[in-house]
């Protein structure tokens, strides 16, 4: 989950109506934030990625102002038709990146703390919902320093400017090859021959999405009014993106005049509310707690929402920037919050319903018992193993070898296919410590079917000087005679490079293979530095003591 | 405290209250007792401050061949003297009687002695007696230590000793440590018939042995399954790999979301699932991603096997093959995620996820199964947070607080399933899920910083814990 560094103070501004510290501390987690830390005034916020106007101070006090009942419902963004803002639309971009929309905010100001915020505000967005900047990715602009009209348009890839923090022009190439954003991002526009561009009226280069913006245009703590453009692959995704943006700005400060879109499926974002009618009714049943449509109306507008009875049913106006509520139960949730989660009194019905484990784990855990009795300590170890141990060091057959893609960790590679490599290793990092040593263990074991095969397999290893193969196998046998009165077993089996020569079996019950058992070869043990005999076996129980 | 003694220690006492200061050898032969049971109850009653250990040194002498030679002969200066006697001799009769270094060593003694007088004549040196040779006190001391092996006490004259050491291979000098075991004041005066026959020492310290027993992880899964059983709650299972669609489309997670990424979740290689799920719940559930996600949902996306992320993939194909009216069951089992193995994180940890349908499925209904299972653990501190999670609204966190910690910790998450999730699997009831992590309430219980300890298996920890 994404974290945001904020000043409590700023925040008590923000609110304002004279907070205090501690109710701005007790309210921050019925948002749903949770507080990470706390040095002084600065704390540090976790907010949830459906919430991405919680990246920034506004966002935040413009929950609380509601939860706190200081400002209630929804703050209306009129959007003027002033001024000849526009932005035409080139064919050219269908293929690689289609949609562009934006707004120009004005007569506002930005501190550096702001602007700071605002900045990576927008690298959550593009790691979000603009999806590594995939289907949509956001600039903002001094607009005072832009001709308007722009056009997104294509450049080849030779095509040179000063990217933002650049001090030299540089081509479109070099940017991809020089930069961290062309490195981190290039992929995006793939191997496109012509890449997005917008160019303002003098032919100035804006921006070059969805890598970087144009030095030219860098918003400062100067900067009164910003263009801000999104573009991206899905229309409504980058509305969604421009939409949060806004909404920021405005609880900054900022005006907004319409940026006219032309060209190509393109239209000028109209950042429009949604209407969802619905039945109180629900909510009720949902929560478990009667409540008037009234209040819930009230609790509604808490949560920076507008709502209305109207009849039986309420209607609720929900800003644009509230993509995250889909239905009728999103809307239970804001009435929730505003209600409050504390206010709300947990409540023990009793169980129509008997409870029972499930037969598996009712007679893996006799097999457990058993194993204890006899002496045994439970091991427990990662279902996801290495190669190193699974197959290399215990020379095991690894042709039907099942992998996992990119794990983090060298040791988690592989799905193990048997139990007693592990306890090897467990033996192995156990040395020191006195003997005997007695380790079994229990777990999944997988296999390549329709399309993997998992059973449950017991192991069981011994280890001291004096074990023999007639200790493990006496082990075996009362482990299987003991609760499932079942006669096993062994017969001698083809060589196994797990176990010494002439001193391994293969076990059966009822003339089926169920496992193998044996002495560990000395060639492994000396894989595994362990210096001292060592025996075991290995037994599929699905399909013996259950299905 | 009345004092036990062991058998061995009893023995020891007594002979010693006898016969103070005695050797080990000595000790064991007045008790019968075997040499090492000896050294064992001395160190016994050393340890309990009752008998004395003084280490000493013990020299004795007996005679070298040399010496042994010249007991039944004489000294070679006394052979020289005793072919004097009759008439002097020159040099070379003296030295073809008395062989090889014989004559050096018997003519030096003997000059020393005063016994000789030497006379060049010619080219002669002719040897002749000047006085009469009495017993020297190296001859005497021969003739003392004879066969025996003496004390290096009981030599009265050591300037002799001295001399005949400095002759090659008359004297053997051997020296070894003894011990002399001597008893305290304390243990003098004990009484040792006093302490029963048969009575042992009943605090000393014993060696370890280690008992057999379940894994304490295995222990915490058993008692929060035990829970969950005794809410009514009846256990299924299902596998750890599945398709894409049951662990993430059918969740209604969109199949650009980040956590389907390589670098969250754990693809298989090369495997997939050929018919994830039946046609109409693969044709609701595109439907429901492309209406409210607005992308093209694709069937090769869902078909793509993975480690589970989380156990909810196990119940929510249960709900939407059995379609139950009224349950409560729980799904307990490995979840992955591909992450940096560290304190806080493992790439493979156990979940239990519980869900409830039909009667008594409000919220607060919810919260209550949350606050009795807690209670059941023995946390009665708790309180709900709102949060987020992709497939439940409204969506809950458990706060608990923990004494130890002096801080509250977030534990079991809870929600309603979306109708996003259950409307296109045709379940129509609300129905609620909460669960969580199982690592992390046991390294409360067993008060552990660090999560990787449960899975190495070190056996000093799981002997102890």
């Known amino acids: 989950m994404p974290v945001v560094e904020l000043n409590i103070n700023r925040i008590r501004k923000l609110v304002s109506g004279n907070v205090t510290r501690k109710q701005i501390l007790d309210v921050l987690p019925f948002l749903g934030l949770d507080i990470e830390s706390e040095e002084g005034d600065e704390i540090r916020i976790e907010y949830s990625p459906n919430r991405p106007d919680y990246s920034t101070d506004y966002g935040i006090a413009t929950g609380l102002q509601g939860l706190l009942g200081i400002k209630k419902g929804i703050q209306k963004t009129p959007i003027r038709k002033k001024g000849n803002y526009s932005i035409k639309v080139d064919s050219t971009v269908t293929k690689i990146r289609p949609y562009v929309t934006g707004i120009i905010a004005s007569n506002g100001k930005l501190d550096d703390v702001a602007i700071k915020q605002l900045m990576n505000m927008q690298e959550d967005l593009h790691a979000g919902i603009g999806r590594k900047r995939k289907k949509s990715s ?20 030779d095509h040179k400017f000063i990217p933002l923090n650049g001090s030299t022009e540089q081509t479109i190439n070099e940017i991809l090859t020089n930069t961290d954003v062309g490195q981190n991002y290039g992929s995006v526009i793939e191997n496109a021959k012509n890449v997005p561009i917008i160019f303002d009226s003098d ?33 409504e995704a980058a509305e969604d993106m421009l939409s949060v943006v806004v909404s920021i700005l405005q609880t900054a400060g900022f005006e907004f005049n319409e940026l006219k879109i032309t060209g190509n499926k393109n239209s000028t974002p109209q950042l429009k509310e949604k209407t969802m009618i619905y039945d109180p009714k629900f909510t009720s049943e949902i929560i478990g707690i009667e409540m008037s449509p009234s209040n819930m109306v009230t609790c509604l507008k808490k949560c920076r929402l507008d709502a209305s009875v109207k009849g039986k049913k309420i209607t609720c106006i929900i800003p644009r920037y509230r993509f995250d509520i889909f239905s009728p139960m999103d809307l239970t949730e804001e009435i929730a919050l505003g209600y409050g989660i504390a206010n709300i009194e947990p409540k023990l019905s009793p169980s129509t319903t008997i409870g029972q484990k499930n037969d598996v784990t009712i007679k893996t855990k006799l097999i457990s018992q058993t194993a204890v009795g006899l002496g045994f300590l439970e091991a427990m170890n990662s279902s996801l193993t290495s190669k190193k141990v699974l197959y290399e060091m215990t020379k095991r057959d690894s042709s039907q070898i099942i992998s996992v893609l990119d794990s ?23 040395i020191h410590e006195s003997y005997p040593q007695k380790l079994f263990e229990t777990g999944v074991v997988f296999s390549k079917g329709k399309p993997i095969d998992e059973s449950i397999n017991l192991a069981i290893i011994i280890a001291y000087k004096d074990t023999s193969y007639s200790e493990i196998k006496a082990i075996m046998q009362s482990l299987l005679r003991t609760n499932f009165k079942i006669n096993s077993e062994t017969k001698t089996s083809k060589n196994n490079e797990l176990f010494s020569k002439g001193r391994h079996a293969d076990i059966f019950v009822n003339e089926k293979k169920v496992g193998e ?29 259950f299905d | 405290m009345s004092q036990v003694f062991h058998d061995i220690e009893k023995k020891i006492l007594e002979t010693l209250q006898k016969v103070p200061n005695q050797t080990p050898e000595q000790l064991s032969t007045n008790t019968e007792l075997s040499i090492d049971q000896i050294r064992r109850g001395i160190e016994w009653l050393r340890l309990k401050d009752l008998a004395i250990v003084a280490e000493s040194q013990k020299v004795t002498f007996s005679l070298g061949p040399n010496g042994l030679d010249s007991l039944k002969n004489g000294l070679p200066e006394r052979k020289l003297i005793n072919m004097l006697k009759d008439e002097p001799k020159t040099f070379d009769q003296i030295r073809s009687a008395l062989s090889g270094a014989g004559f050096n060593v018997a003519i030096a003694n003997a000059k020393k002695n005063g ?49 005949l050491l400095s002759r090659p291979n008359y004297i053997i000098e051997t020296s070894e440590k003894t011990k002399t075991i001597s008893l305290t004041d304390a243990a003098l005066s004990l009484d040792t018939s006093a302490s029963s026959s048969g009575a042992i020492d009943v605090e000393a310290d014993v060696p370890s042995i ?121 799904s307990l089992g490995r979840v992955f995620r591909n992450e940096k193995v560290s304190y806080k994180h493992l790439v493979e940890f156990n979940q239990i996820e519980g869900i409830v349908i039909g009667n008594n499925t409000t919220l607060r209904d919810l919260m209550g199964i949350q606050k009795e299972f807690y209670k059941k653990l023995g946390l009665t501190k708790i309180k709900f947070w709102p949060t987020f999670f992709p497939y439940t609204e409204p969506s809950l966190q458990t706060m608990v607080y923990n004494e130890k910690l002096g801080k509250w910790i977030e534990l079991f998450g809870m929600g309603i399933f979306r109708p996003e999730v259950t409307k296109p699997l045709g379940i129509d009831k609300p129905v609620l899920a909460w669960g969580g992590g199982i690592e992390r309430i046991a390294m409360l219980k067993y008060e552990l910083d660090d999560v990787r300890e449960f899975y190495n298996n070190n056996l000093s920890w799981l002997r102890s814990a």
């Open chain 2, 115 to 163: 016994w000789i007088k030497i006379e060049k004549n010619n080219s002669e040196s002719l040897v002749s007696i000047k006085e009469k040779p009495i017993e020297t006190p190296e001859e005497k001391l021969l003739s003392f230590i004879g066969e025996k092996t003496i004390l290096q006490e009981q030599i009265s004259n050591p300037l002799a000793m001295k001399i």
């Open chain 1, 203 to 235: 032919q100035n280069t804006i921006s070059f999405p969805p890598i970087i913006n144009s030095g030219l245009t860098t918003v400062t703590s100067n900067t009164k009014n910003i263009l801000i453009e999104v573009t991206g692959m899905d229309k």
């Open chain 1, 517 to 545: 058992i044996g002495e560990i070869d000395s060639n492994i043990l000396e894989n595994f530095r362990i210096r001292t005999s060592v025996v075991g076996f290995e037994i599929k129980l699905s399909g013996l003591i």
């Open chain 2, 210 to 330: 280690f008992a057999a027993r379940t894994h304490p992880l295995q222990d915490t899964i058993d008692e929060i399954r035990e829970i969950f059983v005794n809410l009514g709650f009846s256990e299924i299972l299902g596998n750890m790999t599945q398709s894409s669609f049951w662990n993430f489309d059918a969740l209604f997670t969109p199949q650009d979301h980040p956590a389907r990424e390589l670098q969250d979740t754990f693809y298989l290689e090369n495997l997939e699932s050929k018919n994830p799920a039946t046609s109409s719940q693969i044709k609701n559930v595109s439907s429901s991603h492309n209406k409210n996600w607005k992308y093209d949902w694709k069937l090769s996306e869902s078909q793509k096997m993975v480690l589970r992320t989380h156990t909810t993939c196990v119940t929510i194909k249960h709900l939407a093959e059995q379609k139950p009216e009224n349950a409560r069951i729980f």
């Open chain 1, 408 to 430: 983090k960790s060298q040791e988690h590679t592989i799905l193990r296919d048997s139990l007693l490599p592990s306890l090897l290793d467990n033996l192995s990092k156990n």
């Open chain 1, 138 to 157: 956001i600039g903002l602009h001094d607009a005072d320093k832009i001709s308007f009209p722009l056009t997104y348009t294509t450049v080849s890839r």
